[in-house]
């Protein structure tokens, strides 16, 4: 794979990508983001998941004047939630050039945002039937846009949108650049394509059978804050012969391999920044078994092929579910078993659900164990040596000895200091991480598209602007109306 530095992406951008911890494009990141940024029309075909708003959202804002308050990028998505997850990352991927990014969407007070257009937000991210609406209201100015998206547009399609949709793309200067996205290419959209796009280059990255056999996968729910207390109780009750953690960040690893030393972990970490020689020099340790646990980004892990990985944990879920299998492969070759555990922040649960659909697996939940639970799983292996040494019955010298200690004190004493003086005891340093942002899956719930086609697509809010039918639905998962209408004045 390709890094966004090797991209040409501009420094603003790269600082934000940073931030959010991705160093490494996704395939249709690595594909379309040349295209975008040479002025190309695009058709891109990927599913869900994949990575698709940095794709479209780099071109975007790297051409973006910010000095200019007006309406230079425009995003058509289906759905309020879409449409609400892509605003967000796209302020988050031009928040150092100092874009403002605004989501349109039903259900909200027409005026306000008719008030938060006229502020100048230099994209906005809308649903078509609002838009379509300001557009015949003349509240919203679009004759600036230069850059113009649709966004699942099957969905679009199978909602009953594809005439708003083309004339949306009709009200839009004719001197635009169009990127088009679907998970599937029905006549339709085709025809969208060739009637008003310009000689689109197409990009197509194939949804691959992603299966992964011999390896348990967990995931432990937990909040960023805990994850590293949370980490290290798992470190000691599983007693990994050779683990690989993988963080998002190269602050990320530096500051966990800190911590891990902290509290009497032997810990390596790799990222881009080292040297080739030592990252060669780390990696020798871990094989030969000098040090127990290797800290990875995903970047550095690429290639990595280490036999004897028993474990391995991925403490910022991965921004897409290809990068999820190429992680845990480390573990489990050769027909040995391995175990994966991700820690995943409430936030993350749908990113979770898109990567059990992927891979087509279940992805059992583990209960975060507690301190006591992690000194007990210490004291357990201690058990273990204990009962290994006494099954090679190679203890005669000792005896004299150990008789004369039960002269003085009773047996659960002897062998209670016994426990106490082999199990090793972690240092309760404390350690805090730099917070990494969570990882949100783009799109609301597929299907039900005979519900939702033709004319009934008017029906999805009434005339009072509150949300019925599809809508509501979206509205109860989100929160309430008021919370989305706070979250618009973020931008």
């Known amino acids: 794979m390709t890094t966004f530095k090797e991209l040409s992406v501009s420094k603003p951008i790269m600082k934000a990508l940073e931030q959010m911890g991705f160093e490494e494009a996704t395939p249709i990141q690595e594909q379309t983001i040349p295209l975008g940024m040479q002025g190309k ?45 892509v605003s967000e990352e796209i302020h988050r991927l031009g928040k150092f050039k100092g874009v403002k990014t605004l989501p349109v969407y039903g259900g909200q007070h027409m005026d306000r945002q008719i008030r938060a257009l006229k502020d100048g937000p230099h994209i906005v991210v809308a649903t078509p039937g609002r838009l379509l609406d300001h557009i015949r209201r003349k509240t919203i100015n679009i004759s600036n846009v230069h850059t113009a998206v649709l966004d699942e547009a099957d969905e679009m399609l199978n909602m009953g949108f594809i005439d708003d949709i083309r004339d949306i793309l009709k009200s839009i200067p004719e001197q635009r650049q169009t990127l088009l996205f679907s998970a599937t290419m029905p006549k339709e959209i085709r025809d969208i394509a060739s009637t008003l796009m310009k000689k689109p280059e197409e990009v197509k990255v194939k949804s691959k059978e992603m299966t992964v056999s011999n390896i348990d996968q967990f995931f432990v729910e937990v909040h960023e804050k805990q994850k590293f207390d949370t980490l290290t109780n798992l470190l000691d009750i599983h007693a990994p012969e050779l683990a690989i953690i993988f963080g998002r960040t190269k602050k990320r690893v530096d500051e966990v391999t800190e911590g891990l030393h902290a509290r009497g972990f032997r810990a390596e970490g790799i990222h881009g920044d080292l040297t080739q020689g030592k990252r060669m020099s780390v990696l020798n340790k871990f094989k030969s078994g000098r040090i127990e646990i290797l800290v990875a980004t995903d970047v550095a892990a ?47 649960m749908p990113h979770l659900h898109l990567i059990e659909k992927v891979t087509k697996s279940k992805i059992a939940r583990l209960t975060p164990p507690s301190m006591d639970e992690a000194r007990r799983g210490q004291q357990q292996l201690t058990v273990e040596k204990l009962i290994s040494t006494i099954d090679k019955k190679d203890l005669q010298d000792y005896r004299e000895t150990a008789s004369e200690l039960l002269e003085q004190y009773d047996s659960a004493t002897v062998v209670s200091a016994a426990l106490k003086m082999l199990t090793k005891e972690r240092r309760n340093a404390p350690v805090t991480l730099t917070s990494v942002q969570p990882v949100s899956v783009k799109g609301g719930p597929k299907g039900g598209k005979k519900n939702y086609r033709g004319g009934n697509k008017r029906n999805n809010f009434s005339q009072k602007g509150k949300p019925t039918g599809r809508n509501r639905k979206f509205q109860n998962k989100r929160g309430s109306n008021n919370n989305n209408s706070n979250r618009q004045q973020n931008y």
Do not use: C, W
Not at 314 to 336: F, M
């Open 302 to 348: 690429r290639g990595l092929d280490i036999s004897g990985v028993t474990h391995v944990y991925n403490l910022d879920v991965p921004q897409d579910p290809e990068s999820y299998v190429h992680r845990i492969g480390r573990t489990g070759r050769a027909g040995k078993g391995g175990e994966a555990i991700t820690f995943i922040t409430p936030r993350e």
């Open 41 to 85: 029309d695009v058709i891109g075909q990927a599913q869900t998941g994949t990575g698709k708003t940095a794709a479209f959202g780099i071109p975007m804002i790297e051409k973006i004047d910010k000095d200019v308050k007006k309406i230079q990028g425009l995003v058509v998505a289906p759905t309020r939630e879409l449409a609400i997850q």
